[in-house]
């Protein structure tokens, strides 16, 4: 089946065509560095590297960008507040940034662009438009003139008049129109600042993604992806800016994902209903919030509560427990090399429909929904008397092709798990050894907290994992 992706320039599921064969050159919009991410940043981070594992997935190289606005009012109020300098506060949210998405099986992108060193390239790129007819400057400030541009509004669909319509000069501005946004902000007392043709200053936010795109990607990308706030402005300026720029299209295809309820309001700020992704991960397992980011189509809006992230620890502890079961029966039938051609076709009618809904404009629902027909095969074929390794590895091989797409690893983390209990076992028989007997009862109850049942007998103490409710 042909990939076919929802195009926000087009408002169409179009067939994907590479600019180059084997190969997808993709733009994230990264966050601007100033505070921790909360869970609405987490999810376009789940979302498009879950994109890109797929695209991985079906053979092509990805050269993947991430970038980060490390300079901008927010970051320079956050220093000041703090009494420390911009970049230390940059550089510190954005390791905590990286540990956070690292910690939801995020993959490093290929590229990581920072404003602040892609300086030379920004300041070039908006001389450009200026000599270009595109831009002007006022006292210091740079101004790019949408009004210029013949195809403004066109990813947000809006008639410049609508878009006038909404647009305020704001006390202090010198613009010329409404309309004009900046690309050059002149510098305030002794705030951050680089030299420029116009004197000391900074960017404004949306030029630093048409050149940190150019420079690490081309003047034409395959893909450009975000929040489905970002369309407008910043996606929207982003296109003025480089086509006007570049003359010939930015992005052929425009990806954005929806936004996130808390308890079915939309999160924000002024309803206090902003949760930060390291309070949840810190809480939840980090591996059960991707799988719940996942369990929703992108572009739809996504509802989080404790209820639905719960439900999606039971979903994924049902995917576990059908994986140990096989690798359990797959010891016992290790001698047995009959192949089974009606299970092998169930398995294989499984994997084509998983493709199916990835290829459907990545509908990681629909895919999900997949994985468990599959587990749910899978127990069913361990009913049987008898059953073959090569059954059982390729039930396993599909289940771990599906997680690997979808970024969940659940094979590594029970292996862990493995460690840990036999570690506390241990150090609970030494316990015991030295009539530590509260040490003991508190490592049993730990145990017993994580589902695993202990069993003292002669022989030693036995463990098992005890039935996950659903």
Not at 189 to 204: M, Y
Not at 418 to 429: A, G, N, P, Y
Request: aromatic share 10%.
């Amino acid at each position: 089946m042909t990939l076919t992706i929802y195009n926000t320039l087009t408002q169409e599921k179009e067939t994907f065509k590479p600019l180059e064969e084997g190969k997808v050159r993709m733009y994230v919009c990264g966050p601007t560095v100033y505070n921790y991410i909360h869970i609405g940043n987490a999810r376009p981070a789940i979302v498009f590297d879950t994109v890109r594992r797929y695209f991985e997935y079906k053979g092509y190289q990805v050269d993947y960008v991430l970038n980060f606005t490390d300079v901008d009012d927010k970051i320079i109020k956050a220093a000041n507040e703090l009494g420390e300098q911009v970049p230390d506060v940059a550089n510190r949210f954005i390791d905590a940034y990286l540990e956070d998405i690292g910690s939801l099986g995020v993959k490093e992108a290929t590229y990581n662009p920072r404003v602040t060193e892609t300086m030379d390239d920004i300041i070039d790129f908006i001389a450009n438009l200026i000599d270009k007819g595109y831009a002007y400057e006022v006292d210091g400030d740079v101004y790019f003139k949408p009004r210029s541009f013949d195809g403004y509004g066109k990813l947000s669909h809006q008639s410049i008049d609508e878009l006038r319509s909404g647009a305020r000069i704001q006390v202090g501005e010198k613009k010329r129109d409404p309309l004009d946004f900046a690309l050059w902000k002149k510098a305030k007392g002794s705030e951050i600042a680089w030299g420029s043709p116009w004197g000391q200053g900074r960017p404004g936010w949306h030029i630093e993604c048409s050149a940190m795109a150019k420079k690490y990607l081309g003047e034409t990308i395959d893909i450009h992806a975000g929040g489905q706030d970002l369309t407008f402005p910043h996606h929207e300026n982003e296109i003025a800016q480089s086509e006007s720029m570049n003359e010939k299209p930015f992005a052929h295809y425009w990806m954005h994902n929806g936004y996130i309820n808390i308890d079915n309001e939309k999160m924000s700020k002024s309803l206090g209903n902003f949760v930060l992704t390291r309070d949840i991960i810190s809480q939840h397992d980090p591996q059960v919030v991707r799988f719940f980011m996942l369990s929703v189509h992108y572009r739809n809006p996504i509802n989080f509560t404790e209820e639905l992230l719960q439900g999606s620890k039971n979903s994924l502890d049902r995917v576990k427990n059908a994986y140990l079961n096989l690798e359990h029966r797959k010891e016992a039938s290790m001698n047995l090399n009959r192949t089974s051609e009606t299970w092998q076709e169930t398995i294989n009618d499984l994997n084509r429909q998983f493709e199916a809904a990835m290829d459907d404009d990545l509908n990681t629902a629909n895919a999900i929904s997949v994985l468990f027909e599959l587990t749910k095969e899978a127990n069913r074929y361990l009913e049987e008397k008898q059953t073959s390794t090569h059954v059982i590895e390729s039930f396993q091989e599909s289940i771990d092709s599906i997680l690997l797409v979808l970024g969940i690893q659940i094979k590594q983390a029970e292996e862990l798990l493995d460690e840990e209990v036999d570690s506390l076992i241990k150090e609970r028989t030494e316990a015991r050894k030295n009539r530590d007997f509260n040490r003991a009862d508190e490592i049993r109850d730990t145990l017993k907290a994580k589902n695993i049942i202990l069993e003292d007998t002669p022989q030693g103490t036995r463990w098992k994992r005890g039935d996950n409710e659903s």
